[in-house]
């Protein structure tokens, strides 16, 4: 099947499921098995905006896929960066991006979107790929809109 199909048929499936529920966590849980079992990413899943010892920090949440690094500083990596531009940033090959973090050597490529609640990044969606430019402007489109309804 297409990928735009995929997300087309994707999109309202996850919206019936997270309707009604109200923990982002039990949301984000359910995003992510969806995505991840639809697409067979890599590694497929979130970082939370939290603030430990006044220090604001991207701390790992639900996701599926190898063990995962569990904290991400502001600016830093495709996450960190993501959260610091307050944009999606897809990256084709991880070798190319300045200051990439290795969690996995099998990484190729990349696609991270920030979720926004009242116009503050709360979140961000990582999904990794083992194939180099597997994510392009259709993933964008879509996981923006996925990661809208999180908020």
């Given at each position: 099947?297409?990928?735009?199909?995929?997300y087309?048929t994707l999109l309202?499936s996850i919206?019936?499921?997270?309707?009604?529920?109200?923990?982002l966590?039990?949301n984000?849980?359910?995003?992510v098995?969806?995505?991840?079992?639809t697409?067979?990413f890599?590694w497929?899943g979130?970082?939370l905006?939290?603030e430990?010892?006044g220090?604001?920090?991207?701390?790992?949440?639900?996701?599926?896929g190898?063990v995962?690094?569990?904290?991400?500083?502001?600016?830093?990596g495709?996450c960190?960066?993501?959260w610091s531009e307050?944009k999606?940033i897809?990256?084709p090959?991880v070798?190319?991006f300045?200051?990439?973090?290795?969690?996995?050597?099998?990484s190729?490529?990349e696609?991270?979107?920030p979720?926004?609640?009242?116009?503050?990044?709360?979140a961000v969606?990582d999904i990794?790929?083992?194939?180099l430019?597997?994510f392009?402007?259709?993933d964008?489109y879509y996981?923006?809109?996925?990661v809208a309804?999180?908020a």
């Amino acid at each position: 099947m297409e990928k735009e199909t995929q997300y087309q048929t994707l999109l309202p499936s996850i919206r019936a499921l997270i309707n009604g529920e109200t923990d982002l966590i039990a949301n984000m849980a359910n995003t992510v098995a969806v995505l991840h079992e639809t697409f067979g990413f890599w590694w497929t899943g979130f970082y939370l905006v939290k603030e430990t010892e006044g220090k604001r920090e991207l701390v790992l949440g639900p996701f599926q896929g190898p063990v995962a690094c569990t904290r991400i500083p502001i600016g830093k990596g495709v996450c960190g960066t993501s959260w610091s531009e307050a944009k999606t940033i897809i990256v084709p090959d991880v070798e190319q991006f300045p200051g990439h973090i290795a969690c996995s050597s099998l990484s190729q490529s990349e696609i991270v979107v920030p979720i926004f609640k009242k116009g503050t990044i709360i979140a961000v969606l990582d999904i990794d790929s083992r194939e180099l430019n597997t994510f392009d402007d259709t993933d964008r489109y879509y996981l923006e809109q996925i990661v809208a309804l999180l908020a």
